[in-house]
């Protein structure tokens, strides 16, 4: 379970978030769409890597605390894609 909440869900939340960014920027000339798919490419993968690695190797924590981390380990693409908005 606990990998499921800190590994699945923060991907699942991250996919989503680029699925809106690059559905919002469709058809209007704006080329964040593009930089969010490819930018979700390479960061989706590597959070959940990183963030099952991160787990394995608090074996020993209280969960909530290294779920905590985990999530916001995952911030780091929306934080990343929501600058890029306010550029563009």
Do not use: H
Not at 15 to 25: H, P, Q, R, T, Y
Not at 46 to 70: G, P
């Amino acid at each position: 379970m606990r990998y499921f909440i800190g590994v699945l869900i923060p991907l699942f939340l991250q996919s989503l978030f680029v699925f809106i960014v690059i559905e919002m920027n469709t058809g209007n000339g704006s080329w964040l769409g593009l930089g969010a798919l490819l930018l979700g490419m390479i960061a989706i993968p590597i959070t959940a890597i990183l963030n099952f690695i991160y787990l394995k190797s608090r074996k020993d924590e209280i969960n909530l605390a290294v779920i905590a981390k985990c999530f916001l380990i995952s911030l780091v693409l929306p934080f990343i894609v929501l600058f890029f908005l306010m550029l563009g």
